[in-house]
C-alpha cells in the first residue's frame, strides 16, 4: 500500500498550491444558485463568490493526494442495510400541522405547471 | 446554591439516591441557574417549564433526577426544534429523537434546548439565526461550535450534562475551548433518529461533561443498536464506567501525532500544555511514541467537500412545501423554493449548500468529489493500519485558544479550518475525547484529544480518566457562575 513518502505528499501539494487555483465567477455562483434552488441577490454575488473560491481551492488539493494512487488500488466499497420492508403509519394530522398551508389532507402549493403548458 | 453548582453527575446520582435532595428540587436549582446566569452566555435557545419537564419524564432510572440540555437539533416530542434557523423558527418535533426517550426512560430530564450555529455549520456558535453564545471563561469570546450552547452550559455549571453534535468536531473544539470533557463516539454507536442530519456519514450524536465518568454515565445511557437507524452497530447496551479507575494495561502503546502537534499555526502554548499532559501520561504507565500520519494533512480538503456534498442533499428537504417557514409572496413553485430557502438559511448554510452541489456537479464531480472520496479511504486505511501498531493516539483539538466574536467575520476559511484537527476521526468514523489539559496565559482552556480504533471508548475513558484524576483541570471553573 505504501508507495508514498510524507515528504512527496507534501512537495506535490507545494507545487500544485503555487499553479493550482479554482476561479468560481460571478456566472459559476448563479448556476450553481439555480441548480441549489437558492436564490442569491446581485449584491449577495460577490461575497458569495469569493467565499467559494476561496474554500474550494484550499480543497482542491484532494485531487494531489489522490493521484499518488492509481485507481486499480482503490476500491471505495459501499455497503448496503436495509431495514424490514414493513410499512409504517404515522397519523397524518400530526404531520398536516406543521403544513405552511393545507386544504384537508393535501399540502397547498403555488402554481407548478400553468394550464396550457 | 453553590453546594450543587458544578456537582457531577456522580455525586448528583449519590444525593438523590440517599434523599438529601428530590429530583423537582434539583430541578428548580438548574432552572434558577439559567434563569441567574444565562443572560450572560446565552447557551439556551429555551428552558423550559419545571411541570412539562417532570411530566415527560420517567420516574425511575439510572438518571432519575439529572438535568440535561439538548442541542435544538435533536428531536424533543412537543417541543420547538429550530436547529439555530430561521426556516424552521416555529416547528415543532412530532416525536422524540431515540437518544432523548432513553434519556427520558432512564429519569433525566430534559430542561432546555441549546443554542448551536445554523444547521451545525460553523466552529463558534456565530451562525445561529437567534443569538450568539459566549464563553463562560472570556464573554468577549467564542465557546467555540457548533454545539456552542451546550458546552457553555455545561462549562458554566447550568446543567450537569449536554448532548450536542459531531459532523467534523462540533462537541470536542467546544468543548476544548470551554475547558470540559467532550465526546464523539464511533460512528453507529449513538443512534442518528431524530437527529437532523447534516452530512449523514459522519454525523453523531456527541456528550458535554465536566468529567470523564460523568460523559462515560450518559454514554451507557444511550448507546446502542436501534432499530429506527440502520446506521447504528449491532452493539448491545454497556457500562462504559467498568474501567474507570483500573489500573492501565502494561505498556499501553500511545502514538503522539507529530505533524499535528508542529502543525503550522498551533498556538505555542496549546504545543507546551499537550507536551505536559504527555509526560504525565507516560508516567502513568504508557509508552510514547511519536508518529506522522501524513493523509491527516489532507482531512479538512476532504471534510470540506464530503461534508459539503451530504449537506447540500440532506437540507434539499427545506423547501417551504411541507413544514417549516414558507415565503408567501412567491407565485410559482420555483420562486417559493428559492425564495423559502433564500429568507429561511443564512449566508453561511446557503455558501455551504453551493459548495456541496459544485463539488457534485458536472465536471467538477471528478476533481472534487471522486477524489475526496479515494482520499477519505486512503484515510480509513492508514488509520487501520496505525491501530494495528498503537492503541491510542493523541493530538491536538484546536489550534488556538477560543478567539473573540466576529474575529473569522472576513475570513470564512480560517474559520472552517478550526476542524483540521478534529474532522478526520468524522470521516473515518473512530471515537475521539476532548478533554482539558491547560489555561492560556489570557486564562482560556486548552484541550487536547485521545483518539481510539472503532468501539475502543473504554479504552479512551480509561487513559482519559487516569489523566484526569492525577490533574486538576476538571475541578477549574470560570468565576462568576
Known sequence: MENYSYTQALSIRKLNERFFMVHITHDDVRRIARLSHIHVSEEETPKMAQQLQSILSYASRVADYAQLYSDAQIEVKGSVVLRPDVSVKTDSDTILAAAPDREGNYFVVPVIVEAGQ | ?481
Not at chain 2, 461550535?145 to 446543567?159: E, M, N, Q, R, T
Open chain 2, 1 to 481: 446554591m453553590s453546594l450543587y453548582s458544578f456537582i457531577t453527575i456522580a455525586e448528583l446520582q449519590k444525593k438523590i439516591a440517599a434523599r438529601e435532595i428530590t429530583p423537582q428540587e434539583v430541578l428548580e436549582f438548574y432552572i434558577r441557574r439559567f434563569e441567574v446566569f444565562d443572560q450572560s452566555i446565552d447557551s439556551a435557545l429555551e428552558v423550559f417549564d419545571k411541570e412539562s419537564i417532570m411530566q415527560k419524564s420517567g420516574n425511575s432510572g439510572s438518571l432519575l433526577g439529572i438535568p440535561g440540555l439538548l442541542k435544538d437539533n435533536i428531536c424533543q416530542q412537543g417541543r420547538t426544534l429550530t436547529c439555530g434557523s430561521k426556516i424552521l423558527e416555529h416547528f415543532v418535533s412530532p416525536y422524540d429523537a431515540t437518544v432523548t426517550s432513553r434519556l427520558k426512560a432512564e429519569g433525566a430530564l430534559m430542561i432546555g434546548r441549546g443554542n448551536m450555529d445554523e444547521f451545525a455549520m460553523g466552529s463558534s456558535t456565530e451562525t445561529s439565526a437567534f443569538k450568539k453564545t459566549k464563553n463562560p471563561w472570556n464573554t468577549e469570546c467564542v465557546p467555540g461550535g457548533s454545539s456552542g450552547g451546550s458546552a457553555a452550559a455545561v462549562a458554566a455549571g447550568l446543567v450537569p450534562w449536554a448532548l450536542g453534535s459531531e459532523t467534523g468536531g462540533s462537541v470536542r473544539h467546544p468543548a476544548a475551548l470551554c475547558g470540559i470533557v467532550g465526546l464523539k463516539p464511533t460512528y453507529g454507536l449513538i443512534s442518528r433518529y431524530g437527529l437532523v442530519a447534516y452530512a449523514s456519514s459522519t454525523d453523531q450524536v456527541g456528550i458535554l461533561t465536566t468529567t470523564v465518568r460523568d460523559n462515560a454515565i450518559i454514554l451507557s445511557a444511550i448507546a446502542g443498536k436501534d432499530e429506527h437507524d440502520a446506521s447504528t452497530i449491532q452493539q448491545e447496551k454497556k457500562d462504559y464506567t467498568a474501567l474507570l479507575g483500573k489500573p492501565l494495561k502494561s505498556g499501553i502503546r500511545i502514538g503522539i501525532v507529530e505533524n499535528a502537534l508542529n502543525a503550522e499555526g498551533v498556538d505555542s502554548e496549546v504545543v507546551a500544555a499537550i507536551e505536559k499532559a504527555i509526560s504525565v501520561i507516560e508516567k502513568n504507565g504508557a509508552q510514547i511514541t511519536r508518529i506522522k500520519v501524513p493523509t491527516l494533512d489532507y482531512a479538512a480538503a476532504t471534510y470540506f467537500i464530503v461534508s459539503r456534498a451530504e449537506a447540500a442533499s440532506n437540507l434539499a428537504r427545506f423547501d417551504g412545501v411541507r413544514y417549516g417557514l414558507r415565503n408567501k409572496s412567491a407565485t410559482t413553485l420555483s420562486d417559493m423554493y428559492c425564495n423559502t430557502r433564500h429568507d429561511g438559511f443564512g449566508q453561511e448554510v446557503r455558501a455551504r449548500i453551493l459548495i456541496g452541489n459544485y463539488v457534485l456537479s458536472a465536471g467538477h464531480a471528478a476533481q472534487f468529489y471522486n477524489n475526496a472520496q479515494k482520499v477519505r479511504e486512503m484515510m480509513k486505511r492508514d488509520f487501520d493500519k496505525l491501530f494495528g501498531e498503537v492503541d491510542l493516539l493523541i493530538m491536538p483539538t484546536h489550534p488556538a485558544p477560543a478567539f473573540k466574536i466576529g474575529a473569522f467575520d472576513d475570513n470564512k476559511l480560517q474559520m472552517d479550518l478550526q476542524d483540521y484537527f478534529t474532522c478526520a476521526m468524522n470521516l473515518v468514523g473512530i471515537p475521539a475525547l476532548s478533554l482539558p489539559c491547560g489555561m492560556s496565559s489570557t486564562n482560556l482552556p486548552i484541550g487536547f484529544q485521545i483518539v481510539g480504533s472503532h468501539l475502543s471508548e473504554e479504552l479512551i475513558f480509561q487513559v482519559a480518566h487516569t489523566y484526569e484524576q492525577v490533574t486538576e483541570w476538571h475541578t477549574k471553573h470560570p468565576e462568576g457562575f
